[in-house]
């Protein structure tokens, strides 16, 4: 027989052991890491907008155009927009290149 474990194989200490694990060191907002956020949440909604059909799906493309220029000033503050290249003309429009 194995010993009990009464917090649970993931709990957090001292919770119960249905309580999910805590993720330690990410952040919901951006700090030091703001930028790779920035960018990789720019490269996810650009690979989105090109796969989405604008005519169909009007509400959906502007959502994820809304949210690339929302993106904007924090690409320019870290230099990403000096040292990328979009080649798509939709989205590069979009961030006013």
Do not use: C, W
């Amino acid at each position: 027989m194995y010993p009990s474990q009464p917090e649970g194989r993931h709990a957090a200490p001292g919770g119960p052991p249905s309580q999910a694990p805590r993720m330690v060191g990410l952040q919901s907002k951006p700090g030091p890491q703001g930028a790779p956020s920035a960018l990789a949440t720019f490269v996810t909604y650009a690979k989105a907008l090109e796969t989405l059909d604008k005519d169909h799906f009007p509400d959906e493309y502007a959502t994820h155009a809304d949210r690339i220029k929302e993106l904007k000033p924090f690409l320019r503050a870290h230099g990403i927009l000096d040292v990328m290249q979009i080649k798509n003309p939709e989205v590069a429009a979009l961030i006013g290149i």
